[in-house]
């Protein structure tokens, strides 16, 4: 019995760029066994995709319970409305998070970035505890309830418990709010050990550190020590916000990225998250490293963040992904096009990201080869794509959506990026299994309900009024 799946696409997107006519076979194992292109006459039994193959990406930066917070921090009450406010809001919302409603806005999170063409998520996971710092029975009750959710959206996982241990460089513990986000070195590696253990269908396990203002050095020379052996990726939050970055050289004598690189013996395994504030010098430590940077454009715009320097990291050769963080956007589509655009606004010139001197006039196409081969890296992948040997994840696009009609085939990926076509993908395939045939998700309508439902409860009206003394106080 053969149980593997042959398509046939009328082009697709291989390494390099666009080829017609290609034959892909997926095996039971979910790895692409075969993909050849030129294939005029498929065989028989091949299933003939209704429009141009892409690969799936990965989201390699989320926190799926800002999902329930996305759009709904839109207002000022302060004079000044920055990442700091921003965060003492979220804490309020985390406060009121458990296992039953994480499992449901995860699920509809996933089902949502599916639907935009992310087909495996790296789950940056620091809400592990009850709301008082206790544990639940099950200590993972809350990352197993990410895992459910990610099987019934479709989408797999790299689950990443978060070393978190304090608030700040100066400071020796957690504040009241941050209680169950605490775990030490010791701790997370615990998780990531009993994560792997567990074998959870479409789960794997990886490790991270919220941040040098979160982790002592001390605690990051043990999970270095504890993950000497250990291949999978490392990630941390770095030079997000210029208040890190002048915190870091006042207390430990080093910018953020350059402290890392210099003692944290920063390699191929390791991911830097957002790296906006990076200098020149950082740049070429990171890139002689090995490690990757993670850019996250809406959510850092979203945050007043900055901007950084793409330019630099592209020439570098430093492995690149994106990550939807927040999740107030959720689509890798916008993801590019907010850092080419973002670019474009700092310099006032277009097509920054394009190396025509290099072969490669197209800022989409640059930026696209650059994340699907860097989303790999951070999700702990040697391979990613239409290859042989990489994972069975497919779209498949929807040229009967008005961006696309008549599109050239050469500047298709181009208009997916900057002309924004509403629904561009058709149909979505992970490890060689149909999650989304003809835009439809089998589970959606129940797994909205639910999600609708945990909102409610989150957002009651007892809680909006029981936070807003507490808003006009701060003001």
Excluded at 5 to 25: H, I, K, M
Excluded at 50 to 63: E, M, Q
Excluded at 206 to 218: F, K, Q, V
Aim: net charge negative; glycine share 8%; proline share 5%.
């Amino acid at each position: 019995m053969n149980d593997s799946t042959l398509l046939w696409a009328p082009s697709a997107w291989l390494p390099g760029g666009w080829r017609q006519s290609v034959l892909l076979e997926a095996g039971g194992d979910g790895l692409w066994s075969r993909v050849v292109a030129d294939v005029a006459d498929p065989p028989p039994r091949a299933q003939r995709l209704a429009g141009p193959a892409l690969p799936g990406l990965v989201n390699a930066h989320s926190h799926a319970f800002q999902r329930a917070f996305a759009g709904l921090a839109e207002r000022r009450e302060l004079d000044v409305d920055d990442f700091w406010s921003w965060r003492e809001q979220l804490y309020r919302v985390a406060h009121r998070i458990d296992p039953v409603n994480m499992q449901a806005v995860a699920a509809q999170l996933y089902i949502e970035l599916l639907h935009v063409g992310y087909t495996h998520i790296c789950e940056f996971h620091y809400l592990q505890h009850r709301p008082d710092g206790s544990l639940y029975q099950d200590p993972l009750e809350m990352s197993w309830a990410l895992a459910r959710a990610a099987v019934e959206a479709g989408v797999h996982l790299t689950l990443l418990p978060v070393l978190y241990e304090r608030a700040g460089l100066n400071q020796s513990a957690l504040a009241p709010e941050q209680r169950r986000f605490r775990a030490d070195a010791d701790q997370v590696w615990a998780m990531q050990s009993a994560i792997g253990a567990r074998q959870a269908a479409g789960v794997r396990a990886g490790l991270a550190i919220h941040s040098l203002r979160a982790a002592s050095p001390e605690s990051i020379a043990r999970v270095r020590e504890l993950a000497e052996r250990f291949s999978g990726p490392i990630h941390i939050h770095a030079a997000e916000q210029m208040q890190e970055v002048e915190q870091c050289v006042q207390h430990l004598g080093a910018r953020p990225i350059e402290w890392l690189a210099r003692y944290a013996a920063l390699d191929a395994r390791w991911q830097l998250v957002h790296a906006t504030h990076a200098s020149e010098k950082e740049v070429e430590m990171v890139a002689r490293s090995g490690a990757g940077v993670v850019l996250c454009p809406t959510t850092e715009a979203n945050l007043g963040d900055g901007l950084t320097d793409l330019p630099a990291w592209l020439a570098a050769g430093v492995p690149i992904s994106i990550g939807s963080d927040s999740h107030v956007t959720r689509s890798w589509r916008e993801e590019l096009r907010w850092l080419e655009y973002g670019q474009r606004l700092a310099k006032r010139r277009r097509n920054i990201a394009a190396a025509p001197a290099a072969g490669v006039p197209s800022s989409a196409a640059r930026l696209f080869e650059r994340v699907v081969q860097g989303g790999a890296a951070a999700a702990g992948f040697t391979r990613w794509g239409l290859q042989v040997g990489a994972r069975a994840d497919l779209l498949v696009t929807d040229m009967a959506e008005p961006s696309l009609l008549g599109v050239p085939q050469a500047m298709l990926l181009d208009v997916l990026v900057f002309s924004s076509p509403g629904r561009a993908w058709r149909d979505v395939m992970v490890a060689g299994h149909w999650q989304i045939k003809d835009h439809d998700h089998p589970l959606a309508g129940q797994l909205s309900a639910r999600f609708e439902q945990a909102m409610s409860q989150l957002w009651s009206e007892a809680y909006l009024r029981s936070v807003e003394p507490a808003v006009g106080e701060r003001s």
